[in-house]
């Protein structure tokens, strides 16, 4: 069990920290990214994020939730030794971050470890990115999407579109290269819009046909190419719900690891109230359709989600805590009971 082995809790964010020790841990970061020698010295006495098959590796905690064990590299190729396999796994980790104490963070899959002996070895549980979701509190939610979405971009980017031949990646993960034809890749975020629109009492909300029965969310749509964020915005609305927007704000963003990664630029929206009547893109969307200040409240109540059983009409809920669609309903909330106070 992990218990002979030490486990060092990710750090939470502190806003307040002094900048200087910021921008030391962010010019660090760039030197093990740059520098292939000076990555591996940090992994040396650097942490693990542990995926298998890109499922990440949980712990409970004695107090019943849920967290990530950053587990000491030092610790893991001990656990190698055990299974007799070859340390140099190690090696195929990617920086993703430093702590506050200078640790560098790395993630690695174990796809190729037998998943129920790392568990044991580990004390902790595989768990699929989207329940991880659920149940991880504060930084942690970001760090492990951020961890799997380099592993994926690697596990899914081996050869170079122009030649056909491998890449290959530098130390930390930050590029792959092409020999063949000299092309360096980066990890690629695709650009995404996602609005809350509102006519001023009620948010429109719509949901998928793959989102489990009653889950809503805010309507969301890829950039094309060339497109600004307002442009892409009143063109998803006016496709997906034959809505006219009358004007939008940027509140937020996040990176969001599914299904592949995306950077979603976070608006609150509006139409006009006399301009409200939805014709849903059946295509695209199963349903959307305008909820009142009551039913969101009542939703963001639900401690977990609804069972919702076939037959029955189902009870509403909302993306987790994690998703900026969800940030998006809380931050209407408050508008809305702030402008009627
Ligand atoms: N974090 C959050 O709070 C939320 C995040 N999201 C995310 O936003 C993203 C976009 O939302 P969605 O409504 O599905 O988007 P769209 O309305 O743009 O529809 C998705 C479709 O667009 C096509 N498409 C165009 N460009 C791309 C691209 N770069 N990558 C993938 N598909 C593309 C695909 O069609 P085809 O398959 O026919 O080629 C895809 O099925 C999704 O990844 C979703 O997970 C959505 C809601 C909440
Ligand atoms: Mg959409």
Known sequence: ?????????????????????????????????????????????????????????????????????????????????????????????????????????????????DKSEM???????????????????????????RGQALLRWHQTHGFCSASGHPSFRNQSGSQRVCHSSGHTYYPKMSPVVIALVSDGSRCLLGRQATFPRGMYSALAGFCDMGETIEETLRREIAEEVGLELESLRVAGSQHWPFPQSSFMVACHATVAPSNTQVSVDLEELEDARWFTLQEVQEALRLKKPPRNPEGETPTLWLPPRYAIAHQLVREWVQQQIGAHE
């Open 1 to 113: 069990m992990l218990k002979s082995l030490r486990t060092l809790f990710w750090p939470k964010t502190v806003l307040t920290r002094s900048s200087s020790s910021y921008v030391a841990r962010i010019r660090y970061l760039m030197r093990l990214k740059e520098d292939d020698e000076a990555c591996l010295e940090a992994m040396r006495s650097g942490s693990l994020l542990l995926y298998h098959t890109l499922a990440p590796l949980l712990q409970k905690s004695p107090s019943g939730l849920f967290q990530l064990p950053a587990i000491n590299t030092s610790d893991f190729k001990g656990i190698l030794d055990k299974l007799g396999k070859n340390r140099a796994l190690v090696n195929e980790s990617v920086l993703i971050g430093c702590t506050e104490e200078d640790v560098a963070q790395f993630s690695l899959d174990v796809g190729a470890l």
């Open 119 to 145: 568990e044991r070895l580990c004390g902790g549980v595989f768990i699929d990115l989207r329940k991880a979701f659920f149940l991880l509190r504060g930084t942690e939610a970001p760090l492990v999407a």
